[in-house]
């Protein structure tokens, strides 16, 4: 199947630093990506919709200039959580459709911890 | 809206036995739905992914049904194994907007030698 990447795997920081997260698709283009947040035990919490050369789509309750997502690219969605606090922590996963977002398998990348101090 | 229920929450089972899993879903204008496993602490696994169209896809010991005018699939699996443990997810598309998935909360399970 298709390869979608996330970097870092973990990352712990400081109260009141932003955190960068990446998601790539490896061997397709993506033009949707989805953010989606786990808390434990849980279920995954859509975040945003990433569209490619245009602004996101947050849902409901998700605060854009908290949760930053960025999609330069048809390969690569970068979420930052600015100014982080321990309520932040969570564990963070991006996904993407080969071939655009009405069409076929969802792909997920392998996740990203989130642990603020 | 749509809304994705998993039965059961959790299920703990001995080595062999065969397994079915339970999605249901609200509103039956669906792309697709698809089966996921997820470890702890890891990404999503995509396991089956069934089109509207389609009724069933196999896959080893895997199998998966779909009957969408009752909002129903369904994730069988065969002799079941202790590498098998995982929390499986089922996900539907809709057909609107970026084809969004929902997520039911999954089931828990545990194979046991």
């Known amino acids: 199947g298709a390869v979608v990447s996330q970097h870092p795997s973990r990352v712990i920081c400081k109260s009141g630093t932003s955190v960068k997260i990446e998601c790539r698709s490896l061997d397709f283009q993506a033009t949707t990506m989805f953010w989606y947040r786990q808390f434990p035990k849980q279920s995954l919490m859509l975040m945003a919709t990433?569209?490619?050369?245009?602004?996101?789509?947050?849902e409901q309750g998700v605060e854009k200039d908290k949760f930053l997502i960025n999609h330069a690219s048809l390969t690569l969605s970068t979420l930052t959580v600015t100014s982080a606090h321990p309520e932040d922590s969570s564990f963070y996963i991006c996904?993407?459709?080969?071939?655009?977002?009405?069409?076929?398998?969802?792909?997920f990348g392998e996740g990203s911890r989130l642990t603020v101090l | 809206k749509q809304e994705v229920t998993q039965i059961p929450a959790a299920l703990s089972v001995p080595e062999g036995e065969n397994l079915v899993l339970n999605c249901s879903f609200t509103d039956s204008a669906i792309y697709n739905l698809q089966w996921f496993r997820q470890d702890p602490g890891k990404g999503l696994t995509s396991l089956l992914l069934?089109?509207?169209?389609?009724r069933e896809q196999t896959s080893g010991r895997l199998n998966a049904s779909l009957d969408k005018s009752s909002g129903r699939s369904t994730l069988y699996i065969a002799a079941s194994q202790p590498g098998d443990s995982a929390t499986y997810l089922c996900?539907?598309?809709?057909?609107?907007?970026?084809?969004?998935?929902?997520f039911g909360r999954g089931t828990s399970l545990i194979v046991h030698p």
């Open positions: 069934i089109q509207s169209s389609q």
């Open positions: 990433s569209n490619e050369g245009s602004k996101a789509t947050y």
């Open positions: 996900a539907v598309s809709g057909t609107g907007g970026s084809y969004i998935p929902t």
């Open positions: 996904s993407a459709r080969p071939g655009g977002p009405n069409t076929g398998e969802l792909f």
